[in-house]
């Protein structure tokens, strides 16, 4: 029959898988006894054969797998043109026994496959193993440790939540910092950190995204070194991490005094006493030029303690005094017109002309009922002997569990209550904006991965010395640490 002769023939051309390819593949010469063959199948019977490189091999044994597949596509060809009953029950019959054949050489190759990309990612893996391994090692040989952050947010104020028309601020914000700290603890340590902020506002380095036409502007927010002549002592200079501060409707977490700081610091020095730290500090706050003649001196001590009365109860304590010299200059400021009041303090200046001579008391309750939610109850007063009127400032606050481990999350609650005079404005929580104000805010974290945190605040805020309907503040970002 047509078909077994045609079968026949190219069983002794020994020919391989057929594919598409040119009408003599490449690697058969134009003399080659077989070349005339090959160009006729292509131009006579519409048949081509080779490799998908267009080579025809033709040296090369043909395989089981090879013979079924070239079958296949020979009864295929065959299917759509007029064959008897008997060709056409013999197709049937080989495309029936050439299917396990077929099926067989699929999954051959794709096993072979498979262990090719298995092979393909694990050198991949360790050739990124050993890039991390090698910084790794780089970073180790340096004395210094190098880490940051990056941190991005929305923040949306309004005195009616539901109008963005009516928005005080509606806009994503940025803020970067990356820091240099000497490693371990020696007799002489240093440190730095480079911030990218808004620098125009000490208790709000975010930065406006946005600003197409602003020059982002950078600065050392921390350069300082520490001589520790003894374990238990330790007298820092330059400008570094506030430590005198409970809560921010004292100094926001974000003002990095500037000046010296000594302190002497003890841990387990009696039963049920985990530290003891006793802190002073003097530090200097300079305006701008033209804006105040001296700089203000800011005197600060403090007293810290944390108590383990049980495994269920741990109490911290801090008790300080800040003693502010030179404070009036900060009142009344002979600001050009075309700069705004709020351009060069940061926030309003709501304090009077009384002085600022500041008690602060802090205590924190911890009930570590699970290790991963420990329930925790905190109370942060402030009280200016200097003044006669609306001098004090209070916050309380409940936060039940922690971000310190992925898949870890916190809730909390504050409420702050902060009169005119109970604090220097200028340095109070950006998010209050100043004195005279009170506040109910709920908080939430959560940590997603090892150094990725996400939070968002909401806050409504009120002044104290008048009517007005307050003003909501909804914050919410994520931060990167590296």
Known sequence: MKLLSTLSLLGLLSLSLPVWAETVPSDVPSDHWAAQA????????????????????????????EMAALLVKLLQQQAGKNVSPEDQTLIARLRAALAPELETWKNEQQEALDLLRDETDRLADAQMSLKDDFAQALLKSLPFDLSGDIALRYELASAEPGDFSKALINT????????????????FDYGARLSVGNLRNPANPWWRLGDFNARVEFALDRFFITWRPAPWAEVTAGKFRNTFANSEIFMDTDVQPEGAMQRLSFSNVLPGVRHL???????????????ASQPILQLSGKADAGFTIANWLEIDASAAYHQYVGESQLQNLPVPVVVPREAVLGNEM??????????????????????????????????????????????????????????????????????????????????LGGTD??????????????????????????????????????????????
Not at 463 to 476: F, H, K
């Open 437 to 482: 104000i009170m506040a109910h805010e709920g908080q939430v974290g959560v940590k997603v991965w090892d150094n990725t945190t996400l939070f968002s605040t909401v806050q409504w805020r009120q002044r104290l010395s008048t009517e007005d309907p307050g003003i909501w503040t909804v914050r919410a970002g994520i931060h990167q640490a590296f």
């Open 277 to 291: 730290s006793l802190s002073a500090g003097e530090f200097l706050i300079n305006m701008p030029s033209g804006y």
């Open 38 to 65: 090959l160009s006729d199948l292509s131009s006579k019977y519409g048949f081509q054969l080779g490799y998908p490189d267009g080579t025809f091999r033709g040296e090369r044994p043909v395989t089981r797998y």
């Open 172 to 187: 994503p914000q940025s803020r970067v910092t990356l820091s240099l700290n000497s490693r371990g603890q020696n007799v």
């Open 350 to 431: 709501r304090n009077t002309e009384e002085g600022l001579a500041l008690l602060n008391g802090g205590l924190k309750i911890t009930l570590p009922f699970s290790p991963d939610f420990p329930l925790q109850l905190a109370g942060d007063y402030l009280y200016n002997l200097a003044a006669t009127t609306a001098r004090q400032g209070y916050q309380g606050s409940i936060q039940l569990g922690h971000t310190r481990r992925p898949g870890n999350f916190f809730v909390a609650y504050v409420f702050k209550h902060l009169e005119a005079n109970g604090s220097l404005s200028l340095f109070v929580e950006d998010q």
